[in-house]
């Protein structure tokens, strides 16, 4: 079965209405879409998701930013799959970001930057793991 990775339009995507052109990105390129949902993170996925970053002094900030809204969480699949969104995506600080990329388009934040994708095969099976339990 092909690659999978774990993508959230953050909840800045949601509020600026950029759903379906971040959708849109992946769908042109030829990805496929084998889950999908609009949900709030609450505090306790937040910290799940983001046990890396816990300690980090920007955490509080991030976990209230991905708390206050709605995102879409969306699992997408094709060869190669988490190395190419992750270039689709851009580097994390929207004003870094190459234009072309969905952060260097549209983010000009470090912290509200629209997208998160998985960053290895072994984050995306643990990320899938914990927003669509029993995915097969
Ligand atoms: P993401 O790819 O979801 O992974 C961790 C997130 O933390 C990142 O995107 C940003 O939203 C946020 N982040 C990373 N570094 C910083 C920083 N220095 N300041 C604020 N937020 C950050």
């Not at 929207?94 to 260097?104: D, E, L, Q, S, Y």
């Amino acid at each position: 079965s092909a690659e999978r990775t774990l993508v959230l339009i953050k909840p800045d995507g949601v509020r600026r209405r950029l759903v379906s052109e971040i959708l849109g990105r992946f769908e042109r390129k030829g990805l496929g879409i084998d889950a999908m949902v609009l949900r709030r993170m609450d505090d306790r996925l937040a910290d799940q998701h983001y046990a890396v970053h816990l300690a980090e002094p920007f955490y509080p900030g991030l976990r209230a930013f991905m708390t206050s809204g709605p995102l879409v969480a969306l699992v997408l699949s094709g060869d190669g799959v988490v190395e190419m969104v992750r270039g689709m995506v851009g580097a994390t600080d929207g004003r870094r970001a190459v234009p072309g990329t969905i952060r260097g388009d549209f983010a000009t934040s470090g912290r509200e930057n629209l997208v998160h994708a998985a960053d290895s095969a072994e984050t995306a099976r643990r990320e899938i793991a914990l927003w669509f339990p029993g995915l097969d």
